[in-house]
């Protein structure tokens, strides 16, 4: 009954592919945030998304786009994959009426 | 732009010993803080927040104080235990509900 998955955990994949990853939660709850953590083990923020308004962190290359197909879900799709693109992404949710965050496991992504 | 940034990137302390984590925030409109911890391989996980009309908060083991003059969080860990070896984030709320993170400070307790 995990509250917050991601699939997949690893993902391994040339330069110039096109890739996605998923994340479902279960929490109910109504915001969904994308997060990419580097290798010095900064996070910063990507993506957050309701049903109602997407904010773009404008430092996102437009390659990135998160797709809802219902409040549950958030996936993320890289185009065009590049070499810094490898990193651990992270998704989170939380209910707007309250302001904890839930973070999946992560995945890790590695372009080679 | 926000900036939240961590002034000692590493911490080692004897277990039982108490632990300070700090934190210093740019924005001085932000008006929610919260602490992460992130064990290796895992997620970041809530261990406590702090909203702006306090400057202290407890929680099991746990304090964080907020100075907002001076625009400065901590983290407090009582009697650190192993199992409290990780890497420790703090975060502030924009008034954008996006959260913005520093840079980390890995904390080693040693048996």
């Known amino acids: 009954d995990t509250a917050v998955s991601q699939t997949p955990k690893y993902l391994v994949t040339q330069m110039g592919n096109d890739k996605s990853i998923k994340c479902e939660q279960n929490?109910?709850?109504?915001?969904m945030y994308w997060y990419k953590q580097d290798s010095k083990k900064f996070l910063k923020i990507m993506f957050s998304?309701?049903?109602?308004?997407?904010?773009i962190n404008e430092t996102v290359p437009n390659r990135f786009s998160p797709k809802s197909p219902d409040k549950a879900h958030l996936n993320l799709h890289i185009n065009s994959l590049e070499l810094g693109d490898s990193a651990v992404y992270f998704c989170?949710?939380?209910?707007?009426?309250?302001?904890?965050?839930?973070f999946g496991p992560g995945t890790r992504l590695t372009v080679l | 732009g926000e900036s939240v940034g961590l002034h000692l990137p590493t911490l080692s302390v004897q277990e039982g010993d108490n632990s300070i984590i700090n934190c210093a925030y740019s924005n001085s409109a932000s008006d929610y803080f919260i602490w992460y911890k992130q064990e290796s391989g895992k997620g970041p996980q809530f261990i406590i927040d702090?909203?702006?009309?306090?400057d202290k908060r407890q929680g099991q083991r746990v304090t964080v104080l907020l100075n907002k003059t001076v625009k400065h969080l901590s983290l407090q860990i009582a009697a650190t235990q192993p199992g409290d070896s990780a890497v420790y984030f703090c975060?502030?709320?924009?008034?954008?509900?996006?959260?913005?993170f520093g840079t980390g400070t890995s904390l080693t307790v040693i048996p």
């Open positions: 998304y309701n049903n109602k308004e997407l904010i």
């Open positions: 702090i909203r702006s009309n306090m």
């Open positions: 975060a502030e709320m924009n008034t954008g509900n996006q959260f913005y």
């Open positions: 929490l109910g709850h109504d915001t």
């Open positions: 989170a949710s939380r209910q707007l009426s309250t302001d904890t965050q839930y």
